[in-house]
């Protein structure tokens, strides 16, 4: 699965983390594939308990672009790509892949077999409603302002997605 994201004008290199790490949240509805309850880990161990003094202002990735918010966000859902852990370094998560296919076209192939929380698959067409949703809602605490040189997204299919 692909999905295309078409831009003004030619990207920055921090456009294109900023645009990058928008993507990111916008699939964050996408669950993990876990059958259990999450009450204790595969070796009987507790759940660990993480307290903060952050605020967090809102679970919906189109209105929350906060320390607080996103620290549990980042816990509890999936990202087309992620950092690995105590690394600055993005390594791919839902997605397969992600890259520059065109100067102004940022193309990520998603992995094939996921699925959101409830059960839907996780499309191409998804993952372009979520960003193109990002910037209808236009929420000021959201991260729609990361997408300022972004037309929209869009998926040919469930499984490719291609630029307007």
Do not use: W
């Not at 070796?43 to 990735?61: A, E, F, W």
């Not at 940022?106 to 059960?119: E, H, M, Q, R, V």
């Not at 067409?125 to 997408?147: C, E, H, Q, T, Y």
């Amino acid at each position: 699965m692909r999905i295309r994201v078409r831009t003004t004008r030619a990207t920055t290199t921090s456009g294109a983390v900023a645009s990058l790490c928008v993507a990111i949240l916008l699939l964050a509805a996408c669950g993990s594939g876990r059958t259990d309850n999450g009450a204790s880990g595969a070796n009987g161990t507790k759940p660990l308990v993480v307290g903060t003094t952050d605020k967090v202002t809102s679970l919906d990735p189109a209105g929350a672009y906060d320390n607080g918010s996103f620290a549990l966000m980042n816990q509890s859902y999936q990202f087309l790509m992620n950092f690995a852990p105590g690394s600055s370094d993005l390594k791919p998560d839902a997605a397969q892949s992600c890259e520059f296919s065109k100067p102004t076209v940022y193309t990520c192939t998603i992995k094939s077999g996921l699925k959101f929380a409830d059960g839907h698959p996780l499309t191409a067409k998804s993952a372009a409603f979520s960003l193109n949703r990002v910037l209808k809602i236009n929420d000021p605490n959201g991260p729609a302002s990361l997408l300022g040189n972004l037309d929209n997204a869009a998926a040919a299919s469930d499984t490719v997605a291609t630029s307007p």
